[in-house]
């Protein structure tokens, strides 16, 4: 199984500024996911992070607002711009294998407050 | 479109088994998995169903049924510690570049009491 780390754990912002949430991993995943949980809500996703190329958007997520990084398979950065209030979220990486690998793991979360 | 049900809340009793359910329909489908989540913490995998039957794991048992667009999730001899919200999850296989992404139901909360 993957261990996942995420930088910060925890984070309050004031309005309109940035924060870069980064992931690592303890060894190579193919894919890297980034979800969004609002409280007491499940999971969403909100894009596939791909190495060497463009991340993957889901549908009313775009790269402006949430610029993602991932320059190696152990390695990515979500970086949610011009924060509103509503951003006020918790953030969490997920890392997993190819389609016959049977887990996905999740990193430990970064709790988002914009003030 | 994509839809994953289960039910909001359940409770049960110490030592006791309870089946939470979950129902789907998504465009793809390669794989199916519970993942258990306590307050403030990220989602811990319990378990994956990709073919029809039953996978048991320790005290925890999940089962699947393609035909019919349904998995439960069986918790025996239920400890105080298992109080925690139960994601079911759907591995589609629709996406840009074939990528096989996850989506979520909205959780159960169990409760387990004394």
């Known amino acids: 199984s993957a261990v996942i780390s995420q930088k910060p754990s925890r984070d309050i912002c004031q309005r309109g500024t940035s924060l870069t949430i980064q992931c690592q991993v303890d060894s190579q995943v193919t894919m890297m996911f980034w979800y969004r949980q609002q409280p007491g809500q499940s999971l969403t996703l909100i894009a596939t992070a791909n190495q060497g190329s463009e991340a993957t958007y889901e549908s009313g997520f775009v790269i402006d607002k949430f610029p993602i990084s991932r320059p190696n398979l152990t390695f990515s950065t979500l970086t949610v711009s011009n924060m509103s209030p509503e951003d006020s979220s918790i953030y969490l990486c997920?890392?997993?294998?190819?389609?016959?690998?049977?887990?996905?793991?999740f990193g430990p979360g970064t709790r988002l407050t914009v003030l | 479109g994509q839809n994953i049900d289960q039910p909001t809340e359940m409770t049960a009793t110490e030592g006791a088994i309870v089946q939470i359910n979950c129902t789907y329909q998504t465009s793809g489908f390669n794989g199916l998995f519970w993942y258990q989540q306590h307050a403030g913490e990220a989602p811990t995998f319990l378990s994956y169903?990709?073919?029809?039957g039953l996978e048991e794991k320790g005290r925890f048992s999940s089962f699947l049924s393609r035909s019919k667009g349904y998995s439960y999730l069986l918790l025996k001899e239920l400890q105080m510690k298992d109080s925690a919200s139960y994601l079911c999850?759907?591995?589609?296989?629709?996406?840009?570049?074939?990528?096989?992404?996850?989506?979520f139901g909205a959780g159960t909360r169990l409760a387990v009491h004394p």
């Open positions: 169903n990709v073919l029809d």
């Open positions: 997920s890392g997993g294998g190819l389609a016959e690998y049977n887990e996905q793991f």
């Open positions: 999850a759907v591995r589609d296989q629709i996406g840009a570049g074939g990528y096989n992404k996850l989506i």
